[in-house]
């Protein structure tokens, strides 16, 4: 794992603060808007509204924390090379070109939690949330590729996040779609 320096220490504390703080403010506002679909803080109640750069920020911090632990603190645990390097870096790379593909077939308006067309062709017939699950695969990927304990917290936090948007979603999807958002949650599942 090389030699650790109080800096490294330092930045390694910073990051997991950063990382777990920006994934459970995610599940908070995800949460709450679970619970109070009504007063819901996702998917924003406007259009033009400050909360999508908010999520995307809160969700790149989580991201650049797993990337900055896994910098400073590269495979510190012992695993299996099969696993970290098989298994991550496919996780990582199926897992960006189902994002990006999915995003680019939805739309940033869409991906932004704003009203657009419903997408149920392509990637989104098999499930209807691919981008979430291909962000879960990707966190699950830096986890395995990186072999670092402290990778981990902020990995299950940002999948925890990311398993929970859907939930805080559909009820909005509902009012927005009606009997066709229905008839698709019906013939396709949320994950797989």
């Not at 920006?22 to 406007?46: D, E, H, M, Q, T």
Request: charged content about 10%; glycine content about 10%.
């Amino acid at each position: 794992a090389g030699v650790r320096t109080p800096l490294m220490t330092i930045a390694q504390g910073i990051l997991v603060v950063v990382g777990l703080l920006s994934g459970l403010v995610l599940i908070g506002a995800l949460l709450w808007s679970i619970v109070r679909p009504s007063k819901r803080i996702w998917p924003p109640n406007r259009e033009h509204s400050v909360i999508p750069i908010i999520a995307w920020g809160l969700t790149l911090a989580v991201f650049g924390a797993v990337i900055g632990l896994g910098i400073v603190d590269w495979k510190s645990a012992s695993m299996p090379n099969a696993l970290r390097w098989a298994v991550g870096p496919f996780l990582i790379a199926i897992g960006n070109l189902i994002a990006w593909w999915g995003a680019f077939i939805i739309g940033l308006k869409a991906t932004s939690g704003v009203r657009d067309e419903l997408i149920t062709s392509g990637l989104y017939r098999f499930s209807r949330n691919p981008q979430y699950l291909a962000d879960m695969a990707i966190l699950i990927g830096l986890g395995l590729l990186f072999a670092s304990p402290w990778v981990w917290p902020v990995v299950i936090v940002g999948v925890a996040a990311l398993a929970l948007a859907p939930l805080a979603e559909e009820p909005w999807l509902c009012e927005q779609y009606g009997t066709k958002y229905r008839n698709y949650c019906a013939e396709t599942r949320r994950y797989l």
